[in-house]
Structures are given as structure tokens and as C-alpha cells.
């Protein structure tokens, strides 16, 4: 049903007339009720990252007036909000109490580019820049580790690697598309594997563009013009499709990113998500910005969602609970035989403390996980072989080797275990890490 106007956000406000509103206790699904119409206007009753990401799903939601109270966010994250606006065709105001003011926030012209909900994006690129090539220190990339600590961490033993689920397609996208979830497949693939895929899709139409390209193995920002050739593939069954979606890319990923979300299939309410984020060629700044907004719009943390341990849905859900890519990622599940349907939900359904895309660590045998701790008996580090995921092995082993409680605090991981406090890990600049409660469902 649509409603004139409505009150996202828990605080106390003053109307004239009663209107319908998020309740205690009211979770994602029920702020998305709220929005459904859209309603003209939101006010939104929160502040900080609580109200950032209210104000923003109402806008991606069709919203046209959003109000906050005065105050609620800083002067920087305010000047974001009334950048996104714009980009949605919205309007943000401001409301103080006393002398009951409105004030209509413009976005300046030359707004810098800032991402809520993530790690310092400058401070973090600038350290994997800095520590290319020096694998130790790439392990400690957001960490604060003394030599004391590193020599310790390097006796401990290595958290054992994850076992990987087996029998899963080596592209989860190609079941996707033919299944028919994706009207165009878009793949990045070496030269040779072309005429393969080729084969293994008969009937469908090829759109190719070749261009270089290296990945940073830290965040997953890529960088074209440098590093081995590669082929970027369209497939459609319909040629118009796959045309369509090259030239989209060609014109610019960023620019036309509603565009092509839809000619992959994704579900709007993620794509349009997906679009109001300023740092998208970071995939580990993604799962960040989700999670955050996960945690302020109150949604669950669906397990098949998580891509930590297995990249089942290939697009940036709007939260971990999105009702639309839960159904997708069903759907996919579905097509796996059966014994790895049940291997793909076990893994999944595991808390996983995310630092990067070469380094994340999932727990086993968990009696309580929320997004400040997880109680464990057991740890597997996630993320690559070489040798800097050993020495990223080595700390969290050293950390959280034996189980326990890890807490995240601002400052420190620390672990607690049989009601002493263990040891800690302290966090640095950028402040890495963020620990996703994935559970079985
Ligand atoms: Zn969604």
C-alpha cells in the first residue's frame, strides 16, 4: 500500500498526524514494506550509518523527498548523501527542531569521492601499493604486529586452509545463464579458453573485446592496459542482447551499471544498490559496504549470500538478506547435484571474519556469532597459497589456534578462551576486518 509520507528509524518524533512507521524490533523486510509505492517523502528518526543507509534504500526506492534531522550526520557523510541524491533525482533535507527549519542540502559540483561503511579507501590503496611484492607485509596489511608478536605468530602452527567444496562448476555464471537467470553472460577469460566456451554454449552468440588487464589480488581493483591479454565475452542467445551489453561496456561499466545489470539478470533492488557506490571496482570494499548496510537496515545474514567461501551470486547484494537475490542464489543452488547442494550450504553457513579478498577466515563448531564476536572451537583460514597468505596463516593461527571467543573491538581482535583473555591482535590504519554472522538455515 502507499503511504504519503512515512518514518524510518527508531527515535522519537514529533508529527501532527499519526503516520506508519518502522517499529522496535522491525527488521529489513519491514522497512522494504514501508517503501513500497514509493512514498513522497521519508523522514528518517536515526543518525550515523543508521541513517545514512535508511535515507539511501528509501532513495533507490523511488523517493523523492527524503528529511533528517539536523545533526544526525557529519558535515562530510551529509555532503555524500546530497551527492547520491542527486544521482537518484531526489531531494535531502535537513530539519532543526528549533524553529521547526528546513533546509534543502545541495551537493557541491566537485564532491570528492567517499564511501560509508568501508575502510579509509585512500589509506588502503595507498598501503597495497606500498607493500606490493612484500608478502609479510601484505599479511599484515591492517594490522599493527610487533616483532615479538611475528616471531610468535611464525612458531604457532598455520590455521589449516579451507577444504574446498567439490563438485562445483569451475563458472557458477554459465549454470546461471543456462538456467536462464541472465539474459547476457559476461565473462573475462584468457585468449585460449575462448573456442571452449564456445562449445559448451552451442546456439548462443559471442560479442568479444580484448583488452589487457591485472587484477590486485588484495581488493580485486582491476587495471587494464597492463598485465597478460584477456578476452571480455558477451553471450546471448538473443545477438541483439550480447551487442547491446559490449557496447554498454565499452561506453563506460560505470556510467551504464543499471543498464547492465539488467541485461545480467540481477535483481533491481541490488543493481540499484550497487550503483549508488563510489569505490564498485573494489570487490573487497563491496563486501564491506554490505555488510554495513546489512547491520544499519537490520537485515539477516543469509548464508548462500556470503561470497566469501563460495561466489554463488555474482552480483553486490542490497544487503545479506535481500529477499530477490535469496531467490536467485535458491534457484542455483537447485541446479547442483545433490551432494554438492549440501556441501555448498555447509560451507556457507559458517561466521566468516573477512579482512580481504586474499584473506578471511571462516569458524567451525560455533555456539553464539553475532557482528562483535563469535564463539568457536575451530578456525580455517580462507584465501591463497603463496606466502603471504602463510604468514597471514600464521597470525591468525597464532590468535585463534585452540577456539574460543573472538571480540572485535576498534582497536584489537582479541580472543578469550576458558574466561581469560588470550591474546590480541591489534588493528591499524586501514581498519580492516569485519566478521559477517553467516548461520545455517
Ligand atoms: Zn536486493
Given at each position: 500500500m502507499q503511504h504519503r509520507v512515512v518514518v524510518l528509524g527508531q527515535e522519537a518524533v514529533s508529527l501532527d498526524r499519526p503516520v506508519p512507521r518502522e517499529a522496535p524490533g522491525d527488521r529489513f523486510e519491514a522497512i522494504e514494506s514501508l517503501l513500497q509505492g514509493p512514498p513522497e517523502a521519508v523522514l528518517v528518526a536515526a543518525e550515523g550509518q543508521d541513517c545514512f543507509f535508511r535515507a539511501s534504500l528509501a532513495m533507490e526506492r523511488g523517493v523523492r523527498k527524503v528529511v533528517i534531522r539536523d545533526g544526525a550526520l557529519g558535515p562530510a557523510v551529509l555532503r555524500e548523501m546530497a551527492v547520491r541524491a542527486r544521482a537518484l533525482g531526489a531531494e535531502v533535507f535537513t530539519h532543526a527542531r528549533e524553529g521547526n527549519r528546513y533546509e534543502r542540502i545541495h551537493a557541491p559540483k566537485d564532491a570528492a569521492a567517499m564511501e560509508i561503511g568501508v575502510p579509509d579507501l585512500e589509506a588502503w590503496s595507498l598501503a597495497s601499493r606500498q607493500n606490493r611484492g612484500q608478502p609479510d607485509r601484505l599479511a599484515e596489511l591492517g594490522l599493527v604486529v610487533s616483532a615479538e608478536e611475528r616471531d610468535a605468530a611464525r612458531q604457532a602452527a598455520p590455521l589449516p586452509i579451507d577444504t574446498p567444496v567439490a563438485g562445483?562448476?569451475?563458472?557458477?555464471e554459465e549454470t546461471a545463464f543456462r538456467l536462464g537467470l541472465k539474459p547476457v553472460l559476461y565473462l573475462v577469460v584468457p585468449p585460449d579458453e575462448l573456442e571452449a566456451l564456445r562449445l559448451r554454449h552451442p546456439g548462443a552468440y559471442l560479442e568479444t573485446i580484448e583488452t589487457s588487464l591485472r587484477e590486485d589480488a588484495s581488493t580485486g581493483v582491476r587495471h587494464y592496459d597492463v598485465g597478460p591479454t584477456t578476452r571480455h565475452v558477451f553471450l546471448a542467445a538473443d545477438p541483439v542482447l550480447a551487442r547491446a551489453a559490449a557496447r554498454l561496456w565499452v561506453d563506460g561499466s560505470s556510467r551504464n551499471v543499471r543498464e547492465i545489470g539488467r541485461l545480467m539478470g540481477y535483481p533491481e533492488c541490488c543493481v540499484a544498490a550497487y550503483a549508488?557506490?563510489?569505490?564498485?571496482?573494489?570487490n573487497a570494499g563491496l563486501v564491506y559496504v554490505t555488510s554495513a548496510r546489512t547491520r544499519a537496515l537490520r537485515?539477516?545474514?543469509?548464508?548462500?549470500?556470503?561470497?566469501?567461501?563460495?561466489?554463488?551470486?555474482p552480483f553486490t547484494p542490497c544487503t545479506y538478506g535481500c529477499a530477490r537475490a535469496v531467490s536467485w542464489a535458491l534457484r542455483l543452488v537447485g541446479e547442483l547435484a545433490p551432494a554438492t547442494q549440501s556441501a555448498v550450504r555447509r560451507a556457507m553457513s559458517r561466521p566468516v571474519l573477512y579482512l580481504d579478498q586474499g584473506r578471511a577466515v571462516a569458524f567451525e563448531g560455533v555456539s553464539h556469532a553475532d557482528t562483535e564476536s563469535v564463539s568457536f572451537d575451530r578456525a580455517v583460514f580462507i584465501g591463497g597459497q603463496d606466502q603471504s597468505a602463510l604468514h597471514a596463516r600464521h597470525l591468525f593461527g597464532w590468535l585463534l589456534g585452540g577456539g574460543g571467543t573472538l571480540r572485535l573491538t576498534d582497536e584489537a581482535f582479541e580472543l578469550e578462551a576458558g574466561g581469560q583473555a588470550r591474546r590480541r591482535l591489534r588493528r591499524g590504519d586501514p581498519a580492516l576486518g569485519v566478521l559477517m554472522p553467516f548461520a545455517s538455515f
Amino acid at each position: 500500500m502507499q503511504h504519503r509520507v512515512v518514518v524510518l528509524g527508531q527515535e522519537a518524533v514529533s508529527l501532527d498526524r499519526p503516520v506508519p512507521r518502522e517499529a522496535p524490533g522491525d527488521r529489513f523486510e519491514a522497512i522494504e514494506s514501508l517503501l513500497q509505492g514509493p512514498p513522497e517523502a521519508v523522514l528518517v528518526a536515526a543518525e550515523g550509518q543508521d541513517c545514512f543507509f535508511r535515507a539511501s534504500l528509501a532513495m533507490e526506492r523511488g523517493v523523492r523527498k527524503v528529511v533528517i534531522r539536523d545533526g544526525a550526520l557529519g558535515p562530510a557523510v551529509l555532503r555524500e548523501m546530497a551527492v547520491r541524491a542527486r544521482a537518484l533525482g531526489a531531494e535531502v533535507f535537513t530539519h532543526a527542531r528549533e524553529g521547526n527549519r528546513y533546509e534543502r542540502i545541495h551537493a557541491p559540483k566537485d564532491a570528492a569521492a567517499m564511501e560509508i561503511g568501508v575502510p579509509d579507501l585512500e589509506a588502503w590503496s595507498l598501503a597495497s601499493r606500498q607493500n606490493r611484492g612484500q608478502p609479510d607485509r601484505l599479511a599484515e596489511l591492517g594490522l599493527v604486529v610487533s616483532a615479538e608478536e611475528r616471531d610468535a605468530a611464525r612458531q604457532a602452527a598455520p590455521l589449516p586452509i579451507d577444504t574446498p567444496v567439490a563438485g562445483l562448476p569451475p563458472r557458477l555464471e554459465e549454470t546461471a545463464f543456462r538456467l536462464g537467470l541472465k539474459p547476457v553472460l559476461y565473462l573475462v577469460v584468457p585468449p585460449d579458453e575462448l573456442e571452449a566456451l564456445r562449445l559448451r554454449h552451442p546456439g548462443a552468440y559471442l560479442e568479444t573485446i580484448e583488452t589487457s588487464l591485472r587484477e590486485d589480488a588484495s581488493t580485486g581493483v582491476r587495471h587494464y592496459d597492463v598485465g597478460p591479454t584477456t578476452r571480455h565475452v558477451f553471450l546471448a542467445a538473443d545477438p541483439v542482447l550480447a551487442r547491446a551489453a559490449a557496447r554498454l561496456w565499452v561506453d563506460g561499466s560505470s556510467r551504464n551499471v543499471r543498464e547492465i545489470g539488467r541485461l545480467m539478470g540481477y535483481p533491481e533492488c541490488c543493481v540499484a544498490a550497487y550503483a549508488t557506490l563510489r569505490s564498485r571496482a573494489n570487490n573487497a570494499g563491496l563486501v564491506y559496504v554490505t555488510s554495513a548496510r546489512t547491520r544499519a537496515l537490520r537485515a539477516s545474514y543469509h548464508p548462500l549470500l556470503g561470497g566469501s567461501v563460495v561466489h554463488l551470486v555474482p552480483f553486490t547484494p542490497c544487503t545479506y538478506g535481500c529477499a530477490r537475490a535469496v531467490s536467485w542464489a535458491l534457484r542455483l543452488v537447485g541446479e547442483l547435484a545433490p551432494a554438492t547442494q549440501s556441501a555448498v550450504r555447509r560451507a556457507m553457513s559458517r561466521p566468516v571474519l573477512y579482512l580481504d579478498q586474499g584473506r578471511a577466515v571462516a569458524f567451525e563448531g560455533v555456539s553464539h556469532a553475532d557482528t562483535e564476536s563469535v564463539s568457536f572451537d575451530r578456525a580455517v583460514f580462507i584465501g591463497g597459497q603463496d606466502q603471504s597468505a602463510l604468514h597471514a596463516r600464521h597470525l591468525f593461527g597464532w590468535l585463534l589456534g585452540g577456539g574460543g571467543t573472538l571480540r572485535l573491538t576498534d582497536e584489537a581482535f582479541e580472543l578469550e578462551a576458558g574466561g581469560q583473555a588470550r591474546r590480541r591482535l591489534r588493528r591499524g590504519d586501514p581498519a580492516l576486518g569485519v566478521l559477517m554472522p553467516f548461520a545455517s538455515f
